[in-house]
């Protein structure tokens, strides 16, 4: 592994049904993130995380949660999954969360909600 | 409420020069990134500035200026691979990134 991955690459999910993006990375960050970007929209954070065992809500929380069991695992859930919930998912990370701390991102997760 | 402003898409020629601006309002300010996506990729690091003025790196220069709440990229000798979408982001208060819509840019041989 290098860098950050995610799982899977896309999906085509049943309105109702709960599912996990998975999200690892081996750079032993502290902070993880996990935004949503939609077309004609900025990144939209949706929750985060600034070390193991702690996380936070972010701009767009509400139907998400999510898990920080350890420095490299940050899974995002949907509960039950709405339309609305279509949208590219990336997830990243940054050795801390201040100053010049650069977020890398992974390769992202289409998720398509019928 | 925070607001990050680009233009949502601009047109330049092989080995011009682009300049790609951007403006904010955000409660609190810790420093102004650029990144670089590609259709269908992850956004990628270009730069990063804290302080007023001009940070150069390569073909690719960020200037920014608080008071006015601006910044700008400045792409020089452009190529074909610069096409993309140029997002620019701001380090709010509470240390989260606040993004702009992303300006995509085309390149034309």
């Known amino acids: 592994i290098a860098g950050i991955t995610q799982a899977p690459t896309s999906q085509i999910l049943a309105a109702g049904r709960r599912m996990t993006l998975r999200c690892t990375q081996d750079?032993?960050?502290?902070?993880m993130y996990w935004y949503r970007q939609d077309l004609g929209l900025g990144l939209r954070l949706i929750h985060y995380?600034?070390?193991?065992?702690?996380?936070g809500k972010g701009e767009v929380p509400d139907g998400y949660s999510v898990s920080r069991a350890n420095t490299d695992d940050f899974p995002l859930t949907l509960a039950s999954a709405v339309p609305s919930q279509t949208s590219v998912y990336f997830c990243?990370?940054?050795?801390?969360?201040?100053?010049?701390?650069?977020?890398?991102f992974g390769p992202g997760t289409r998720l398509l909600v019928l | 409420g925070q607001n990050i402003d680009q233009p949502t898409e601009m047109t330049a020629t092989e080995g011009a020069i682009v300049q790609i601006n951007c403006t904010y309002q955000?409660?609190?300010?810790?420093?102004l990134f650029w990144y670089q996506q590609h259709a269908g990729e992850a956004p990628t690091f270009l730069s990063y500035?804290?302080l007023d003025g001009l940070e150069e790196k390569g073909r690719f220069s960020s200037f920014l200026s608080r008071s006015k709440g601006y910044s700008y990229l400045l792409l020089k000798e452009l190529q074909m691979k610069d096409s993309a979408s140029y997002l620019c982001?701001?380090?709010?208060?509470?240390?989260?990134?606040?993004w702009g819509a992303g300006t995509k840019l085309i390149i034309k041989p």
């Open positions: 990243a990370s940054s050795p801390g969360q201040g100053g010049q701390e650069t977020q890398y």
């Open positions: 750079m032993r960050h502290n902070a």
């Open positions: 995380s600034n070390t193991a065992g702690t996380t």
């Open positions: 955000t409660s609190g300010f810790n420093g």
């Open positions: 500035n804290v």
């Open positions: 982001a701001v380090r709010d208060s509470n240390y989260q990134l606040i």
